[in-house]
């Protein structure tokens, strides 16, 4: 008797050992039981303009969540009157998250969202009475709110994170159905914006119901909160120039040229940031990506234009580095009738080169041209001639053209283009196949080169700064004066540049829209295209004296740049320089040019 | 030496066993409350809570374990068949009066306290068992001395079935224990090893078919079973290796036929089974005949009455048994795994116990007991608590102690002088050791769920005074034994 007694006991003791050292399952069923592991979310970092004017802060949102597994008896029909949604939806809502096709991540073990993005009148009733319906969680979230309905395409948004962008999380900190920055600033700076989510164990009973803390609370994580961000924008200046391109496409950036601080940077057609929020987001995207305008692209950084005449001051600085010309240099025109390339100006013939940029001489720009290109010949097989536009274009590019700015944090840009060598061997089938007079448009910024308004900023604060740019960017926490690029053109050589650009300005192309009281130069353009009218350019910068803003305008399809662009310019150098703009009829009849009839204001 | 009654019962009573007692009483009492401890509890003297209820039930047992130490050794001798009587009067009382609880009806209601007389008529049995074994002219030889015991047993035990209370009636099969250690033959056990062997092959492989319709597992098995019983027992046992070898001879020559045969023309595999086990007992009938080897003629006997048992296993299994049992028997043999269901007490169980570890969360830290993921988890799950809480260490420790107090009170049967004690002994024995085969093995998924509690861990009055009684019964006699100056 004793013996069987002692044999039960052994046999109990082992299978003890086997079910309490050996095996590791119902540790972690224990664990899965027990334990819910509520995820708190951070506030996320604010947005202020350099002026510390609040732009982009936090409003708390709801998402109902539920967890299969842990469903129980649940009164649909009341549920559904507190989410004031109808049987059918959540028949229809449930089938949609448990389909694996739709929904891959999905699992009965682990929450998933049944609804998003609820604001707190829509949950505030099933808060109340949440205990009754075990299985379903209230998880608090936060949406952005915007301040001022301006700055959409720089801003950027957040939005529910995509399959891909999970694939890529190497460090797993993301789970489905969390917010991250989508695009613009708020992609850029994700890892500063987000901050650390926290975790609240909890522990849960066996009919689903959270019996409180684990440990009060010692292994909950708290979060950290994102961190607030100074933006180099200056949000009035911002507002005005979406207001100035009301009606047109198109897009103004200016920079602060001794810090390349970006100032503003305006897309028209454009969008009030806050459609693309909460619930109202995917049908507002819809939209907005179906507009033929295309109001969601960023013309300022991705739109690529041929410069027109606002990039004979490029060629002109060029030219002096590179020895072609000097400051006396002076060329014939005869107007209208030059060839290859006429003027559309009147002026006195053989002209300078201070002339050349007030009158925006074609004729001059293109014996520029040609003298940079067959300095000492063409050489055999053309290749004196090939190094010396490979020198053009390696000195052209300096000026942060036909590249992106790799060291900023700008979203999405666009490279331009200068094109090279091997591009003209392609096109013109050998690499003697093609010589200056082949490529003359070049000269007048027209052809193959493109520029986008971003760039077009840039380089005229390279001629604003006498000779460097620093890495254009929108974050004014980060200084980037480490990012200096030098473009290696002697300082002397700017002065008529300079004078030139002020003279088209003072008695030029733009001489009507003086700023009161302040000197500034700059120079337009007239871009000939293929999809309609002319595309209207300006760009330019101010105080001549010590430069505080360089600024280049688009309006696509207008007109001359004279008309179209250089006001847009003169109000917002106004604006920054002054704080105020006092030329209200200037300003009423700039804002009020319609250029694009399908131009719509979201 | 002292004589006779001047010995105090201070100095005559067994405190070891006593000591055991009070450790197992005052740890079921703190994991009582430990499994009931709830986030925002109370203390455990809290009279609302079970723990403080416990306590007030451990207070009553005390002193009526006080009350049975100074009672007269020889009343319960002498009242032994009244109290059996009483109690059988109370069971069959309680059928008709006890209100339904939960579908049982074993328990009586006095205002604010319920008692459960099934739990009363274990001690009463066991000692009108004991009165009956220890009459002068009685002895425990063949099967017909059986037969007066069987009864005995027999009352109670249906009379608690028809309660509803299987559980507490299935504890009756604990007396086979000490009948065994009394002088009945280990054969009955055998018997029932061996019934409940081939219970569990034919329902557990029943719903595996070999081909199709043409047989299952399960009968197949059993009848290779019953073959081998045979072969063993006429090998090595009777050492007649021929006709041990012959048979098996026979046995492959048939199955090979039929498996060949099986190639033209479906055979059904149980049909063949049973038809080799009846030629096995015919064989075995002629042996016995030529032989005269009565043996023989049993063994024939049992391996027809094993087939009967085999074929009548499923009518058995899904007629006679209830639903819950019946699913209680599958989830145990793995036929089915219902987790939310009826698998769902035993892998909730099998989860908290297995998350203890080596050490435990320790005391007031278990998680799942706590957030009342296992059911009955104070009462017949307590063993839970225990796992989880005090974990590898503290669950093997405490099955220690029970071995120990079952050994000690195997040793107090063993030095008793009168039969009357000895066998009351053995049966205290007996049902200590059922209830923690049957409740330990259900906790830790190795024996279908049978709700009977853990002696003197579980929490409940009746249980832990019937235990009570039980023990306290035994400590009077064998202090008797001292006090009478009776040497060992």
């Not at chain 2, 090893?193 to 078919?209: D, M, N, Q, R, T």
Request: proline share 3%; glycine share 8%.
């Amino acid at each position: 008797m004793a013996v069987i007694m002692i044999v039960v006991v052994v046999i109990y003791i082992l299978r003890l050992f086997s079910l309490q050292i050996l095996e590791d399952k119902y540790k972690k069923g224990a664990a899965s039981n027990a334990f819910l592991n509520k995820t708190i979310y951070p506030p996320r970092g604010l947005l202020y303009d350099r002026n510390d004017s609040l732009l982009v802060y936090n409003k708390p949102a709801y998402d109902i969540a539920f967890i299969n597994r842990e469903i129980r008896n649940l009164d649909t029909l009341s549920f559904c009157n507190d989410l004031k949604i109808t049987k059918e939806y959540f028949i229809e809502r449930m089938k949609e998250v448990k389909n694996r096709d739709k929904n891959p991540s999905y699992s009965s073990l682990t929450p998933q969202v049944f609804m998003t993005q609820l604001e707190i009148k829509d949950v505030a009733a099933v808060q109340q009475s949440m205990y009754k319906y075990s299985g379903f969680y209230i998880q608090t979230r936060t949406l952005r709110e915007y301040r001022y309905a301006a700055g959409g395409h720089v801003l950027g948004s957040i939005g529910e994170i995509t399959p891909r962008m999970l694939e890529n999380d190497e460090e797993g900190y993301y789970d489905p159905g969390d917010y991250v920055g989508r695009d613009g600033f708020e992609f850029t700076y994700e890892k500063d914006l987000k901050g650390e989510k926290g975790v609240e164990v909890l522990l849960r009973d066996a009919r689903g119901r959270i019996k409180g803390k684990y440990e009060e609370g010692r292994k909950d994580i708290a979060p950290k909160a994102g961190k607030n961000i100074k933006m180099t924008l200056d949000i009035k200046l911002q507002i005005l120039g979406e207001q100035l391109l009301a009606g047109k496409v198109g897009s103004v950036v200016a920079i602060e040229p001794n810090t390349g601080e970006i100032l503003a940077m305006v897309s028209n057609p454009t969008f009030d940031p806050s459609l693309l929020v909460g619930r109202e987001r995917s049908k507002n995207y819809s939209l907005l990506v179906n507009d033929p305008t295309k109001p969601l692209m960023n013309r300022a950084t991705q739109a690529q234009y041929s410069p027109g005449s606002s990039f004979k001051p490029f060629q002109a600085l060029v030219a002096l580095k590179q020895g072609a010309i000097n400051e006396g240099t002076r060329f014939s025109c005869n107007g209208p009738g030059s060839s290859p390339i006429r003027c559309t100006h009147h002026h006195g013939s053989p002209v300078s080169l201070l002339n050349a940029i007030e009158q925006s001489c074609n004729p001059y720009f293109w014996h520029t041209f040609e003298s940079t290109l067959v300095k000492g010949g063409y050489g055999k097989d053309n290749q004196n001639f090939r190094k010396n536009y490979d020198e053009w274009r390696i000195n052209i590019m300096k000026f942060g053209f036909g590249a992106r700015f790799e060291d900023s944090d700008i979203y999405q840009q666009s490279r331009g283009n200068i094109p090279s060598e091997n591009y003209f061997d392609k096109v013109y089938k050998s690499k003697t196949g093609w010589r200056a007079l082949t490529i003359r448009s070049l000269s007048i910024g027209q052809g193959e080169v493109l520029v986008t308004p971003l760039q077009l900023a840039n380089a005229t604060s390279v001629i604003a700064n006498r000779g460097f740019f620093i890495t254009p960017h929108l974050n004014k926490s980060d200084s980037m004066l480490l990012h200096k690029h030098d473009v290696g053109v002697d300082k002397r050589h700017f002065q008529v540049v300079d004078e030139g650009m002020w003279r088209v300005n003072e008695f030029g192309t733009a001489r009507s829209y003086k700023v009161p009281g302040i000197n500034w130069c700059g120079k337009t353009g007239t871009v000939q295209n293929n999809r309609g009218k002319d595309h209207a350019f300006y760009m330019g910068y101010a105080p001549r004296e010590n430069p505080k803003i360089a600024i280049a305008v688009v309006v696509e399809n207008a007109g001359f740049g004279s008309t179209f662009a250089a006001p847009i310019a003169s109000l917002m150098v106004e604006q920054y320089l002054t704080g105020k703009v006092v030329r209200t009829d200037l300003l009423t009849k700039t804002m009020n040019v319609r250029t694009n009839a399908n131009v719509k204001e979201y | 030496m002292p004589t006779s009654r001047n010995i105090s019962i201070k100095y005559a009573l067994d405190w070891k066993t006593v000591f055991i007692y009070l450790f197992l009483v005052a740890f079921g009492w703190l994991n009582i409350y430990g499994a009931s401890y709830d986030f925002d509890q109370a203390s455990i003297f809290d009279f609302s809570q079970r723990a403080g209820k416990q306590f007030v039930w451990i207070l009553t047992a005390f002193g009526l374990a006080g009350v049975l130490l100074l009672l007269d050794s020889r009343l319960y001798s002498y009242f032994a068949y009244l109290i059996y009587i009483f109690v059988i009067f109370l069971l069959i009382v309680t059928i008709f009066i006890a209100t339904d609880v939960k579908g049982s009806r074993s328990w009586l209601v006095f205002g604010p306290v319920s008692f459960q007389p099934a739990e009363l008529a274990k001690t009463a049995t066991a000692l009108a068992l004991a009165k009956f074994m220890s009459a002068y002219n009685y002895t425990l030889k063949g099967w017909k001395d059986l037969i007066p015991l069987a009864v005995i047993v027999f009352i109670p035990f249906a009379l608690i079935i028809l309660q509803k209370e299987t559980g507490s009636a299935l504890v009756f099969l604990a007396f086979l224990l000490m009948f065994y250690r009394e002088g009945m033959s280990g054969l009955v056990l055998l018997l029932g090893v061996f019934a409940v062997a081939l219970f569990v092959i034919a329902i557990g492989f029943s719903e595996i078919p070999i081909q199709t319709d043409s047989g299952t597992l399960g009968m197949v098995l059993a009848m290779l079973l019953v073959i081998l019983v045979q072969f063993v027992f006429a090998f090595f046992y009777k050492r007649n290796r021929k006709e041990a070898l012959l048979l098996l001879a026979g046995v492959a020559g048939m199955s090979i036929i039929a498996v060949v045969l099986n190639i033209w023309l479906p055979v059904n595999y149980d049909y063949v089974a049973i038809f080799i086990v009846l030629l096995s007992c015919v064989y075995w009938f002629i042996i016995s005949r030529f032989k005269r080897m009565k043996q023989y003629l049993f063994i024939a006997w049992i391996s027809l009455g094993a087939m009967l048992f085999c074929f009548s296993a499923d009518y058995l299994f899904y007629q006679v048994l209830e639903p819950h049992q019946q699913i209680r028997i599958k989830v145990l043999l793995n036929m089915e795994e219902d987790l939310r269901g009826a698998g769902y007490n035993v892998n909730q169980s099998k989860i908290a116990i297995g998350s203890g570890g080596m050490f435990g969360k320790g005391y007031l830290n278990g998680t799942q007991t706590k957030l009342k993921y296992v059911p009955e988890q104070d009462t017949d799950f307590i063993f839970c608590t225990v796992g989880e809480e005090w974990g590898f260490l503290g669950s093997s420790v405490l099955l220690f102690i029970y071995l120990w107090l079952l050994l000690r009170i195997i040793r107090i049967a063993e030095r008793q002088n009168e039969v009357f004690n000895r066998v009351y002994g053995y049966s205290v024995a007996s049902i200590f050791f059922f209830h923690l085969t049957i409740n330990v093995g259900m906790v830790l998924g190795l024996v279908p769920v049978i709700g009977i509690p853990l002696p003197f861990l579980s929490y409940g009055g009746s249980s832990l005074w019937s235990f009570t009684v039980l023990l306290f019964i035994l400590l009077r006699l064998d202090a008797a034994r001292l006090q009478r100056g009776v040497q060992r």
